[in-house]
């Protein structure tokens, strides 16, 4: 019912930079949050950050001052700017948004595919 659509992964430096995107598609009546995870080699999946429809903000401490989460509500689309790249922030990052979608009354999780962002020189 629900689709999310993830890219701008890639290969990047220690000290540079990428743009994620992730856009949401379906049946979707209406999306009250969305945000990013990752998760490393042998560790856990950990919240990125996230933002409401309202744009309030969350991130993780780690994130804090080097990530910048943002969404074009029209477009149901979410993105994460990341700057000053480091290489324990090699992951796969994850799209998830909680979503309305149409005919029902609650809002679900959906989860994208996962991109990989790997810092290394």
């Known amino acids: 019912q629900v689709q999310l659509v993830e890219s701008g992964g890639g290969l990047v430096q220690p000290g540079g930079s990428l743009r994620l995107s992730c856009a949401a598609s379906?049946?979707?009546?209406?999306?009250?949050?969305m945000g990013w995870y990752r998760q490393a080699p042998g560790k856990q999946r950990e919240l990125v950050a996230a933002i409401t429809s309202g744009a309030g903000t969350h991130y993780a401490d780690s994130m804090k001052g080097r990530f910048t989460i943002s969404a074009d509500n029209a477009k149901n689309t979410v993105y994460l700017q990341m700057n000053s790249l480091k290489p324990e922030d090699t992951a796969v990052y994850y799209c998830?948004?909680?979503?309305?979608?149409?005919?029902?009354?609650?809002?679900?999780?959906?989860w994208g595919q996962g991109t990989q962002v790997t810092v290394s020189s």
């Open positions: 998830t948004a909680n979503v309305r979608v149409v005919d029902s009354s609650r809002f679900d999780n959906y």
């Open positions: 379906g049946s979707i009546f209406s999306i009250y949050r």
